[in-house]
């Protein structure tokens, strides 16, 4: 049972934080910086909820409870099983999602740019949180054990989202990268562009 009934502590005045060990590490540390981002991730998630309509939402609302998940799994190190840790089964929930989503929708030509539609730049904004969060657990994986499944978890959540973003700019359309659009005249000499001419 979780019970919060003191917001103010004054615990964390000297710069440092408590895990759910008992223990305490600085707010700088590697294994902080891996949850704060996963809070922002899920901060960006429960926005992209207020474009979505109840068949993404209720996925959504499943992603976030199992990012506290995994923000309970790293909040206490080591991979004792007998704490909550995110599990296989969770990654395969979201790879079935995905496979079920991208079904429905065409081949891509290119890649996409981030808009297209209110929901979908608030997915591609929670996609690339989700990828740095990925980035933070793979630094904390250097120096301390984390359970394998919680960066499988990460790299497949941000494909999740991925697929969401286009499925939510569906109406409009994706985005899509044109390379070298805005380039000038490729035809210039190039010598001329190297002296300054």
């Known amino acids: 049972m979780i019970r919060i009934n003191t ?3 004054r615990t964390g005045d000297d710069g ?18 891996a949850l704060g981002t996963l809070d922002e991730a899920n901060a960006a998630i429960g926005l992209m909820r207020v474009y979505t309509a109840a068949g993404e939402d209720m996925m959504l609302a499943r992603v976030q409870n ?3 998940d995994l923000g309970a799994d790293l909040a206490v190190p080591g991979t004792d099983a007998a704490r909550l840790r995110i599990t296989p089964a969770q990654v395969a929930r979201l ?15 290119s890649f996409v740019l981030p808009g297209g539609a209110p929901g979908a730049a608030a997915a591609h904004l929670a996609r690339a949180i989700v990828r740095r969060a990925e980035r933070r657990v793979v630094a904390l994986a250097r120096v301390e054990a984390v359970n394998p499944a919680a960066l499988l978890f990460l790299n497949r959540l941000s494909d999740h989202l991925f697929v969401l973003a286009r499925r939510l700019s569906a109406e409009a359309g994706d985005v899509l990268w044109a390379p070298g659009a805005n380039r000038p005249d490729l035809d210039a000499d190039p010598a001329a562009d190297a002296d300054g001419e």
Do not use: Y
């Open 95 to 109: 790879e079935a999602e995905i496979e079920e989503s991208n079904a429905e929708l065409p081949p891509l030509t």
């Open 7 to 9: 917001v103010v502590t």
């Open 16 to 33: 440092s934080t408590g895990l759910g060990d008992g223990s305490r590490v600085r707010k700088d540390d590697a294994r902080i910086e």
């Open 66 to 68: 199992d990012l506290f």
